[in-house]
T-cell receptor, first 112, second 113 residues
């Protein structure tokens, strides 16, 4: 039982490049979400999904796309990386209702 | 919209008690959670209050007053390992059967000998 697995752990991109951050979970959680964490800003919600085929925007969605074709996977796509997207990205899942979020170990992204 | 306010830093002595406050403005409010994050690590869940009152889990307790849009996390018998950042997070209804968890900016707790 791996829980929430994020890959890669570290990534360096050049401005304008695109990439996909992967998030996979084996807990059959319906709710999946992406947060970014910047110093002094806490965790800000990018996109979230309450089930396969359903996605919605969070607080800071611009520059990011998501899809949820299966319960297990929720990839985050950066369309054209910008230095402002340098951050630590966390995927978090929950069963729904009042259940707590389970976080992955994060992806540290640097855009130069 | 959603917003949460909590102090940015708190320092307390080992063995003492510390309270971290959180005020929120959240539409469609369901409840308030608390998460702990050590430097370089991922946030981990501590507690959740959906109803008014105090919830106790070992050395940690969390309180909620929905009428005051206010909650706090109480840490007792502080240990050095409690040095971490603590986030309050409000769960709010976002329409069409969907909900969001919005986090405060975090309180960095330093426990000193």
């Amino acid at each position: 039982n791996a829980g929430v697995t994020q890959t890669p752990k570290f990534q360096v991109l050049k401005t304008g490049q695109s990439m996909t951050l992967q998030c996979a979970q084996d807990m059959n959680h319906e709710y999946m979400s992406w947060y970014r964490q910047d110093p002094g800003m806490g965790l800000r919600l990018i996109h979230y999904s309450v089930g396969a085929g359903i996605t919605d925007q969070g607080e800071v969605p611009n520059g990011y796309n998501v899809s949820r074709s299966t319960t297990e996977d929720f990839p985050l796509r950066l369309l054209s990386a910008a230095p402002s997207q340098t951050s630590v990205y966390f995927c978090a899942t929950a069963t729904g209702g009042n259940s707590p979020l389970h976080f992955g170990n994060g992806t540290r992204l640097t855009v130069t | 919209g959603q917003s949460l306010e909590q102090p940015s830093e708190v320092t307390a002595v080992e063995g003492a008690i510390v309270q971290i406050n959180c005020t929120y403005q959240t539409s469609g409010f369901y409840g308030l959670s608390w998460y702990q994050q050590h430097d370089g690590g991922a946030p981990t869940f501590l507690s959740y209050n959906a109803l008014d009152g105090l919830e106790e889990t070992g050395r940690f307790s969390s309180f909620l007053s929905r009428s005051d849009s206010y909650g706090y996390l109480l840490l007792q018998e502080l240990q050095m390992k409690d040095s971490a950042s603590y986030f309050c997070a409000a769960k709010g209804y976002s329409g069409a059967g969907s909900y969001q968890l919005t986090f405060g900016k975090g309180t960095k707790l330093s426990v000193i000998p």
